[in-house]
């Protein structure tokens, strides 16, 4: 945001809102207090309507009164969110928010955090779920070994694979010879065929045609973020 982490480190630091990975809490603090007291690190002293509301959108209203240290692990990390967000910093840090939670409170987490998105917040997101990057960010970055090795906005990535899969179950349950090279894996009762190009489907059809081969199932599947990750990996 064009402040000095060293000169002007409050800005800075005004300026971020982190959720670590780990669930690090205070125990002595109820989690009203704990939002209260986070606040106040930040120069902010009466904030009580955005901490209610931030309660609110992570679940959290009904344990407002409650100890920390008697919240559930998923609770936690709901008030860690929390903490990150109580001074409306203009980014924020997640690292592995989701992992351990239940899906309640992941789709719960992840409307709240495309809001505060769409409102101006920049997100700076670390997750092992490739469906999660795919579905929430615009840009992604894939590391190996402490190294980035693809740095891209979602869609471009997505477009570096040009073909499809096509996923068929057939009677017979006998794929025609000259189809063999492209199986990528035995499906239950089917097949999935991995083509270099969209065009190549009107040959799988034809092939099967040929064959007397009727198709009992069929879908095209563009590949997902899961196939380009194992792409990229693969060459490094």
């Not at 609770?75 to 928010?97: G, N, S």
């Not at 997101?125 to 190996?144: D, N, Q, S």
């Not at 899969?165 to 189809?179: F, G, M």
């Not at 007397?212 to 879908?219: A, D, F, L, P, S």
Request: proline share 4%; charged share 25%.
């Amino acid at each position: 945001m064009g402040y000095d982490v060293l000169t002007r480190y409050r800005e800075a630091r005004r300026s971020l809102g982190v959720v670590p990975q780990e669930l690090v809490f205070d125990p002595f603090f109820t989690v009203r207090e704990a939002l209260t007291f986070q606040s106040g690190y930040f120069g902010i002293r009466d904030n009580r309507d955005w901490v209610e509301e931030v309660m609110y959108h992570l679940d959290l209203a009904s344990k407002a009164e409650t100890n920390m240290r008697l919240l559930s692990g998923g609770m936690k990390r709901r008030v860690l969110v929390a903490q990150a967000l109580v001074h409306k910093p203009p980014v924020i840090v997640l690292d592995e928010p989701t992992a351990g939670v239940d899906v309640e409170l992941r789709q719960a987490l992840w409307r709240f955090i495309k809001r505060l998105n769409s409102e101006g917040h920049t997100i700076v997101l670390t997750t092992h779920y490739l469906e999660e990057a795919e579905a929430l960010c615009g840009r992604i970055a894939m590391l190996k070994q402490g190294r980035v090795v693809a740095l891209d906005a979602t869609q471009n990535l997505l477009r570096m694979h040009s073909g499809c899969y096509v996923a068929l179950r057939l009677i017979p349950d006998q794929l025609p010879k000259s189809l063999a090279p492209l199986v990528a894996e035995r499906i239950e009762n089917g097949y999935r065929l991995a083509l270099p190009a969209y065009a190549e489907v009107e040959r799988v059809l034809a092939e099967l045609r040929n064959a007397g081969v009727e198709i009992q199932e069929m879908e095209v599947m563009q590949p997902d973020l899961e196939e380009i990750f194992v792409q990229i990996m693969s060459r490094y």
